[in-house]
């Protein structure tokens, strides 16, 4: 539990917004993905990433990026506390990783108590549009979360889920063929 009106806490979420716009206005005039804008907010970022226009986070500190991650339109991170996003993950327009959530208990939300808890994103992941996560859930390698969904629980690997709120639909079917990359 921390204050989410304090000073410090202010501070830092009031230096996040000032590099979002800064990055933001980049991508929306000159088409320029300038990832050093948010190399230095973020804890880690991999190559080739992508993060188009109208990002938004939180704090930027606690966000780690592997390799390979496309991030499309409107996307909102709280990262209040360790938001993870592993390698060749595609993440859907206006999807929200929210790692804060306010005091349960009515006089600690009046004064202000919000708390928080991890999310992970293993490798592969692919969240459709508008998919909302959770703190504290690790959605799991090669999983599928389908447009719209509200993820409150840990998804396990290789499966496909969806819904209000989400739930495995079913397991990845694993082609017998090697996939081939075509030649570009």
Not at 23 to 28: E, F, I, M, Q, T
Not at 89 to 106: F, K, M, S, T
Request: charge should be negative; aromatic fraction near 8%; charged fraction near 25%.
């Amino acid at each position: 539990m921390y204050d989410d009106a304090g000073k410090e806490v202010s501070a830092l979420r009031a230096h996040a917004i000032s590099r979002c716009r800064k990055y933001n206005h980049k991508v929306n005039t000159n088409d320029d993905y300038d990832m050093s804008i948010l190399r230095e907010l973020f804890s880690e970022v991999g190559g080739n990433v992508y993060i188009e226009s109208n990002f938004r986070c939180e704090f930027g500190f606690n966000i780690s990026i592997g390799n390979d991650v496309y991030i499309n339109h409107d996307m909102i991170i709280l990262d209040c506390n360790e938001v993870k996003i592993g390698n060749d993950v595609y993440i859907g327009p206006r999807a929200g990783l929210y790692a804060a959530n306010h005091a349960e208990d009515p006089y600690e939300r009046a004064d202000k108590g919000v708390y928080s808890a991890p999310i992970i994103l293993e490798d592969n992941v692919w969240l459709g549009g508008d998919v909302k996560i959770t703190q504290g859930v690790t959605i799991g390698k090669n999983s599928i979360i389908g447009a719209g969904s509200v993820v409150t629980k840990d998804i396990p690997p290789n499966s496909i889920a969806a819904g209000i709120p989400c739930k495995v639909i079913r397991p990845i079917r694993f082609s017998d063929h090697p996939w081939k990359r075509p030649s570009i």
